[in-house]
C-alpha cells in the first residue's frame, strides 16, 4: 500500500520496523521474489553475531575473566555455525531483529559504563529503543540493565550514563508508544489467547513447559519444520555439553558477565514457559539463543584451560581446530541436506502457493484467473491468510492490482456460486 506503520494490526499485530525494512528493499529491489524478504534477516543474523563478539569480549574484560578473546570466540563462532541461529537468519520473521537490538543495546551500555563515554549511552539507548519495534518477547529485556548497576553507580559520571540511555531509548519508543496508548488492546496481541494461565491446569502446564523448554537445547527441540530439524535438540551436542559447564561455572563464579547470561537466560524464557503453544518453542526462544552461547562460550574457555593440564600446545591447537570444522561441517550438513531438503519444508513455507503464482505470473496478464482460497486463516480484508503467499509473487494484494492483472480470488463458497460459468476458465486452488 506504501502506507509504512510503526505496528500492523492485521494477524494479530505485528512491530513495523522489520516489515518496514522488507517493504523499502521491495520497492528499490523491484522483484517479488522469497529472498527480498529474507534478506534483511541475514543482514541481522550476521551483525548480531559480530556484535555478541563484542559484548562477550567487553563483559569478560569487565569480570576479568580468564581468557576474555576466547569466550567471546567461541560463544560467537557457536553461534554462527549454530542452526538454530541460522534459519532464523534465512527467513522472514521479524524475531531476528530482537536479538541483535539486545545484543547491541547491552554492548554499547557497558562500553559506555566501562569507560564512561556518553556518546556510547546515546547509543545504547537508540539500541533498546528500536528493540520495541522488534518482537514481542523482547519488552522486558531492558531489565537486563539493572545487572551492570551493583559495579559502577559509585563511579564519577554514572548518573550521566545511567539517565541517558533509558531516556534515549523512551524517546526512540515514543511513535510505538503512543500507538499502543491509542491502541491497548494491539499492546498485548496473543499473549492472552495461549497465555498458560488460560488453561485448565495453569501450575500444571508451567511447570511441564519449564521442563520441556529447559530440555530442548539437549534433549528434544521444536517439533515445526519451519523453524527446527523437527525434534532434533536446538544445540549440537558439544555446544549443548559446554552449555551445561558454563551454567554450573556461572552459578558458582557469580561475576557480572555471569549475572548477565543467567539473568538474560531467565528473562528470555518467561515469554516461552507462559504461553502454552507448540512447547518447545525456537521462534519464541529466540532471545535465549545469546545467553545460551555466551555459557557455552564460557564452558569452552573453561575445558580449553583444563585440558591445558594435559596435551602439550600444539596438540591442543589441533583439538580446537578440529572443534572447529566440526562445528561448521555439522552446520552445513544439517542445514542444507537434513533440514533444507527434507520434504515436510517445502510444506512448512508453502511452497505450493509460491508455484501457483508463478504459474499466474507466466499466464497472459489479459487472461482472468480464477484463485479459490480454501485453506482456512486470518480473514485478511475479505480473503484468508493462506492467499498472501500468491498476492506477494503475483503482486496482486490491492483490488486495483487485481482488477489491472485480471486475478480473482474467491472463498470456497464464492466459488460454488460461480462454479457453473467457471468451467474452461483457469483456476487454481489454495488448499
Do not use: C
Not at 521491495?26 to 543482514?43: D, Q
Not at 517445502?346 to 482460497?373: C, H, M, Q, W
Not at 485453506?375 to 500468491?390: E, L, N, S, Y
Amino acid at each position: 500500500t506504501g502506507d509504512f506503520k510503526v505496528f500492523y494490526p492485521e494477524n494479530n499485530g505485528r512491530e513495523g520496523l522489520f516489515l518496514n525494512v522488507q517493504g523499502l528493499l521491495l520497492k528499490y529491489v523491484g522483484e517479488r521474489e522469497p529472498w527480498v524478504l529474507r534478506f534483511p534477516s541475514a543482514v541481522f543474523g550476521t551483525l548480531t553475531v559480530v556484535g555478541f563478539f563484542f559484548l562477550l569480549y567487553e563483559l569478560a574484560v569487565l569480570s576479568r575473566l580468564k581468557a576474555p578473546f576466547w569466550i567471546a570466540f567461541w560463544g560467537a563462532f557457536m553461534m554462527a555455525t549454530s542452526v538454530w541461529h541460522i534459519i532464523f537468519s534465512r527467513i522472514g520473521f521479524r524475531a531476528i531483529t530482537a536479538p541483535f537490538f539486545l545484543t547491541g543495546g547491552l554492548y554499547f551500555a557497558v562500553l559506555a559504563l566501562r569507560k564512561m563515554w556518553f556518546r556510547a549511552a546515546v547509543i545504547s539507548g537508540a539500541f533498546f529503543g528500536l528493540g520495541m519495534y522488534s518482537y514481542i518477547a523482547y519488552r522486558l529485556m531492558p531489565a537486563l540493565l539493572f545487572v551492570l548497576v551493583p559495579g559502577f553507580w559509585r563511579r564519577k559520571g554514572f548518573w550521566h550514563i545511567a539517565i541517558a540511555v533509558p531516556a534515549v531509548a523512551v524517546m526512540v519508543f515514543l511513535p510505538l508508544g503512543y500507538y499502543f496508548f491509542t491502541h491497548p488492546a494491539d499492546f498485548l496481541g496473543r499473549t492472552s489467547q495461549v497465555s498458560v494461565f488460560s488453561s485448565e491446569r495453569p501450575l500444571y502446564d508451567l511447570g511441564k513447559n519449564i521442563i520441556f523448554t529447559l530440555g530442548m537445547f539437549n534433549f528434544r527441540g521444536d517439533g515445526n519444520w519451519r523453524h527446527n530439524i523437527a525434534g532434533a535438540p536446538e544445540l549440537f551436542f558439544p555446544a549443548g555439553i559446554l552449555f551445561v559447564i558454563g551454567v554450573m561455572a556461572a552459578l558458582r563464579r557469580r561475576s557480572t558477565f555471569d549475572g548477565m547470561m543467567l539473568s538474560w537466560f531467565f528473562l528470555a524464557i518467561l515469554p516461552v514457559v507462559i504461553s502454552d503453544e507448540g512447547i518447545p518453542h525456537a521462534l519464541r526462544s529466540i532471545l535465549m539463543i545469546p545467553p545460551v552461547f555466551g555459557l557455552a562460550g564460557s564452558g569452552a574457555a573453561m575445558v580449553y584451560e583444563w585440558l591445558e593440564r594435559f596435551l602439550a600446545p600444539l596438540e591442543l591447537r589441533v583439538l580446537a581446530g578440529f572443534f572447529i570444522i566440526l562445528l561448521f561441517a555439522n552446520a552445513y550438513y544439517s542445514y542444507f541436506y537434513v533440514w533444507g531438503r527434507n520434504p515436510s519444508v517445502r510444506g512448512a513455507f508453502a511452497a505450493d502457493y509460491v508455484e501457483i503464482g508463478r504459474e499466474i505470473n507466466a499466464l497472459p496478464e489479459s487472461e482472468t484467473k480464477y484463485v479459490v482460497v480454501a485453506a482456512r486463516g486470518i480473514d485478511v480484508r475479505g480473503i484468508p491468510m493462506p492467499a498472501q503467499t500468491v498476492m506477494f509473487i503475483t503482486n496482486s494484494f490491492l483490488p486495483q492490482d487485481q482488477q489491472a492483472k485480471h486475478i480473482r480470488y474467491l472463498t470456497p463458497e464464492a466459488y460454488e456460486r460461480e462454479k457453473p460459468q467457471l468451467a474452461g476458465k483457469s483456476l487454481f486452488f489454495i488448499k
